[in-house]
T-cell receptor
């Protein structure tokens, strides 16, 4: 079973607020990812990291930023939330090497009013 | 052409039947392939992975891989209503994108009693 956690699970916030979505994993995985998914729609990769101090933008342009100061922690920040940021944000991790199975966290549902 | 393409669906099968989900991929550098199940409003959960040509069985699930045809499939035997979900096919990207999974758009499966 995957040990990957996201907080908060649900967030309702007003336009212009700064928010940070937390993601932590206890499996020692080196690779971590953030995806954005609207209801009934495809997964879109917005950020990924191959290790500490390594971050890259994903396939879908996003106004969010990420950091990777510790292996287990990969937070995502929106400096000024807008209604267009309303979505589900999924964090995932995997370990370099054999099979490289990727596990997802439970997700954060964000609603920006 | 999408890098990972799944049969469009939605797919509806009666309880007890075999559900067949198909996926093609364009990146010949892809080495491993994954099937995820995603219930509405939840995060994707891994069902199976496969990286060798042929079949791989796990309980009611069988994954099939044909690298020459760039084709991956998932068979679900004795389908149950609890199998009703969106099924995501993913390929481990090759080349310079190594380390990222490319997801298909998903196939919605409904198993009716």
């Amino acid at each position: 079973e995957a040990d990957i956690y996201q907080t908060p699970r649900y967030l309702v916030i007003g336009t212009g607020k700064k928010i940070t979505l937390e993601c932590s994993q206890t499996m020692g995985h080196d690779k971590m990812y953030w995806y954005q998914q609207d209801p009934g729609m495809e997964l879109h990769l917005i950020h990924y990291s191959y290790g500490v101090n390594s971050t890259e933008k994903g396939d879908l342009s996003s106004e969010s930023t990420v950091s990777r100061i510790r292996t287990e922690h990969f937070p995502l920040t929106l400096e000024s939330a807008r209604p267009s940021h309303t979505s589900q944000y999924l964090c995932a991790s995997r370990m370099t090497g054999y099979q490289e199975t990727q596990y997802f966290g439970p997700g954060t549902r964000l609603l920006v009013l | 052409q999408k890098e990972v393409e799944q049969n469009s669906g939605p797919l509806s099968v009666p309880e007890g039947a075999i559900a067949s989900l198909n996926c093609t991929y364009s990146d010949r550098g892809s080495q491993s392939f994954f099937w995820y199940r995603q219930y509405s409003g939840k995060s994707p959960e891994l069902i199976m992975f496969i990286y060798s040509n042929g079949d791989k069985e796990d309980g009611r699930f069988t994954a099939q891989l044909n690298k020459a045809s760039q084709y991956v499939s998932l068979l679900i035997r004795d389908s149950q209503p609890s199998d009703s979900a969106t099924y995501l096919c993913a390929a481990n990207a090759g080349g310079t994108s190594y380390g990222k999974l490319t997801f298909g758009q998903g196939t919605i499966l409904t198993v009716h009693p």
